[in-house]
C-alpha cells in the first residue's frame, strides 16, 4: 500500500511538471516535442516570430504540433517575445551557450535534456518549416514505437529548373 501511495503522488507530481501532457509515466515512453526558437538570430532577427498572413510561423508550427499526440511540447528560447508567444505550451530557457548565432541545434537539445531527464524521446521540429503536416509527425512517432532508435525527415529539392543551375 505504501508503494502504492509513493507512486500515485510520483505521478501527481510529474502530471504538474508539463503542460499538454498526454503521457502515462508508468507505461509509456515520454515523446517531448521540441522546437528551438532562439530570438538572437543575427540574419533575420526574431525569424520565428515573422509573420506568415495573421500568424507568426512558431504559432502555425505549434498549432500543427499540437495535433499531435506528443507527451509533452515544448518550446526552447532564450528570448521574452518568443516566451510569450509560447507561453501556453511549456518553455524551456536556453542556457547562452546553446543560444548563440554558431551553436549547432544538438547543443539546444543537450541543454533541454539535461533540465528535462523525464523525457525519453525528443521530437526536435523546426519553427522555419511551419508547413510540416501532421502525419509526418504522427509517422514519426508510429517508427519509434516501433522500435525505431531515430527518425529523420527530408525532402527532395528539384533543382533541374533551379535558376540558379543556368
Not at 14 to 27: A, G
Not at 78 to 89: P, Q, R, S, T
Not at 145 to 165: I, K, Y
Amino acid at each position: 500500500m505504501y508503494n502504492v501511495c509513493i507512486l500515485q503522488i510520483l505521478t501527481v507530481a510529474l502530471s504538474f511538471s508539463c503542460k499538454l501532457q498526454n503521457w502515462n509515466p508508468l507505461t509509456d515512453n515520454h515523446v517531448a516535442a521540441l522546437i528551438l526558437a532562439r530570438g538572437g538570430s543575427k540574419g533575420i532577427p526574431l525569424k520565428n516570430l515573422a509573420k506568415i498572413g495573421d500568424h507568426s510561423i512558431l504559432n502555425i508550427t505549434l498549432n500543427t504540433v499540437l495535433q499531435v499526440d506528443f507527451s509533452s511540447v515544448w518550446v526552447s528560447t532564450d528570448n521574452e517575445h518568443i516566451f510569450k508567444e509560447a507561453a501556453y505550451v511549456n518553455v524551456h530557457w536556453r542556457s547562452k551557450e546553446s543560444a548563440t548565432d554558431d551553436a549547432p541545434s544538438i547543443l539546444g537539445v543537450l541543454d533541454f535534456i539535461r533540465s528535462h531527464p523525464e523525457a525519453d524521446v525528443i521530437a526536435l521540429i523546426q519553427c522555419t518549416s511551419p508547413f510540416i503536416k501532421k502525419w509526418y509527425l504522427m509517422e514519426a512517432i508510429w517508427w519509434i514505437n516501433q522500435g525505431a532508435e531515430c527518425v529523420f525527415s527530408v525532402s527532395r529539392l528539384e533543382t533541374r529548373n533551379h535558376p540558379s543551375n543556368d
